[in-house]
């Protein structure tokens, strides 16, 4: 029952804010037709607005979900910092670092270096077209 009350209030005053709308649009074109400068709206449409938008306001806060209470911290001797600090977002590995042009050279020097000690080492680069050699496959129909 009382749910339904609220609907019907919230209708009404969205219908007459709508009203107030027209009302409004209405007034400036009366006066562009009479040609008299626009100084303010109407009494009326001013009360009427600002009755309308309260009622719709207190309407829809009761049709909306019940409001929920704020829980309280568990450790109240927290610092705003300790509280707030989420270390699973901070991460230092971004775009802005492949942007810079030093970011180019010191990648091109780090790849130097490990190919340098890969030629060393005798060993690869760790790619798959460089490990498997085309005379070490094996053909399935022999």
Do not use: W
Not at 112 to 126: D, F, I, L, W
């Amino acid at each position: 029952m009382a749910s339904t009350i609220y609907r019907l209030i919230t209708i009404v005053s969205l219908l007459s804010l709508l009203h107030c709308a027209y009302s409004a649009a209405q007034h400036r074109f009366y006066l562009r037709l009479t040609e008299q400068p626009f100084v303010n709206l109407p009494a009326d449409v001013v009360a009427q607005t600002v009755i309308s938008l309260i009622a719709l306001i207190y309407g829809t806060s009761f049709l909306a979900n019940p409001f929920l209470y704020i829980k309280q911290d568990q450790h109240p001797e927290r610092t705003c910092d300790e509280a707030l600090n989420c270390p699973s977002f901070i991460t230092f590995d971004n775009r802005t670092k492949a942007m810079s042009p030093e970011f180019s050279m010191l990648r091109a020097l780090k790849q130097q270096q490990r190919s340098q000690e890969n030629v060393s080492r005798g060993t690869h680069s760790g790619r798959v077209s460089e490990a498997v050699a085309p005379s070490e496959t094996v053909d399935s129909h022999e």
